[in-house]
């Protein structure tokens, strides 16, 4: 078993990572669950590949099943309110430790419920996705959509423990499977290019379902996003800001399809990576070769790089209630090359408006 600690003190909390580790659930999570109960929230397609195996190990520990929708549409006010009242109904109490079992949704959506209701109860992520495995099960981000805009409304509660196992993405659609994937590569892009490398090399195994491909780029993401929540969790020294390297494009993406099945988050990061350095190379901060082997990697795995959505006035749009806007400017995630991802403040939204119209008309003459 690979254990990853995520230091913040008192509230510092364990990522265990191993194969076949959802077998024995019960044994992992027993100490958590009071008098031998646990309530569990999952989702109907989570539930339907891997609901059995779950109650399986729990060996004995007694479960509330909650099951929701699936899709980024359940982020939203109308499903917390579902959640919550059902959590209330089931008798949750503050000391309680409520599992999250399921893709980043699932895990959003319960960690912000948790984060809420009695003024904070404790949880658990169980990250059935490559995507929430990699990365949102990890720091502690919760929220909720709105039309306004992605995870406008949430909280920074960090859960008490994570399981991952990787022999969960064996039922994953190999759709979604990309999508994750694209977060393993952000992890090379920001600060690591020998881990980008390693990317053009082996991510074409890991999507095969190549175990130890999986558990490698696992491991190394959640010991890169530990690392930075440990010296960063509240995204207030810029540290952590770099994991969202991508997102501002991506965030806008999501937003202009309706945050709907069209485009799922994983593919707007894929995307939103590729406009991030192409805009950077635009500027002259980074290489046109750079930028080009980000995007050739992308597109070589079956992830989106062309630009074929929205206008940049309606894109841009989005991004201007961006979470993350001071003093009406937003601050985009830009770079001098791979690896080398900084925080630019300095970026005016008629400059990206224009630079995604170029995009998109480039991208229609290639179509």
Known sequence: MTRI????????????????????????LAPLAREHRLIVVSEENVWAALGPRFLDGLAGIEAEIIILPPGESTKSWAQLAVLAERLLEAGVERSDHIVAFGGGVIGDLTGFAAAILKRGCNFVQIPTSLLAQVDSAVGG?????????????????????????PSCLDTLPARELRAGYAEIVKNGLIDDPNFFAWCEAHGAALLAGDPEARRYAIAMSVAFKAAIVSEDERETSGRRALLNLGHTFAHALEAETGFSDALLHGEAVALGMTLAFRFSAE???????????????????GLPTRLDIGTGAALTAHMSHDKKASGGRVPFILARGIGQAFVASDVALDDVADFLDRQRLAAGAEA
């Open 5 to 28: 600690e995520v230091g913040l003190g008192d509230r510092s909390y364990d990522v265990l990572i191993e194969h076949g580790l959802l077998d024995r659930t019960g044994e992992l």
């Open 141 to 165: 981000k919760t929220g909720i959509n709105t039309e306004a805009g992605k995870n406008l409304v949430g909280a920074f509660h960090q859960p008490s423990l994570v399981l991952i196992d």
């Open 283 to 301: 500027r002259g901060l980074c290489s046109a070769e750079d930028a080009g082997r980000v995007a050739a990697h992308l597109a070589a795995v």
